[in-house]
């Protein structure tokens, strides 16, 4: 990643001397070649600043998915011991029924009205 660090510096000083070495071999007059390689500089420095937040960002979008990749999995592996230890769970012998009668018997049909609804419906006729 130190190399990340340097790549605008590196884009920038390069097409400095680039150009430089251009203008000189093409006779451009030394004003107007300080000039071109001071522009040049400039923009690949920038050119190399994207380049590099371009490349950080690939990294770390990487770095997040490898991170949710072995979240997963952790997950997985936690949801199989857990399906394991349900399984020895329902194995015979490992669970006690304490029922003691049956619930079926009692039903909605052994309801009784109070005493007091009667008196209340006789007196009211």
């Known amino acids: 990643m130190e190399y990340v660090r340097k790549i605008p510096l590196l884009l920038g ?4 001397l680039f150009i430089g070495l ?7 007059p030394n004003k107007d070649n300080v000039l071109n390689m001071c522009v040049g500089m400039v923009v ?4 190399g600043l994207l380049v590099r ?5 690939a990294v ?3 770095e997040a998915v ?8 952790k997950l997985a ?17 490992s669970h006690i029924d304490l029922k003691v009668g049956d619930d079926s018997a009692s039903t ?18």
């Open 53 to 57: 937040s371009a490349i950080n960002d």
């Open 77 to 93: 592996e936690e949801l199989d011991k857990m399906k394991e230890q349900i399984n020895k769970e329902k194995t015979a012998g």
């Open 108 to 125: 909605e049909d052994d309801f009784d009205a109070l005493p007091i609804a009667e008196f209340i419906k006789r007196e009211l006729k």
């Open 66 to 73: 490898i991170k949710q990749r072995e979240e997963g999995k």
């Open 44 to 47: 690949f420095y920038l050119v």
């Open 22 to 28: 251009l203008g000189l071999s093409t006779g451009v």
């Open 13 to 16: 000083t390069g097409a400095g």
């Open 60 to 62: 770390e979008k990487a």
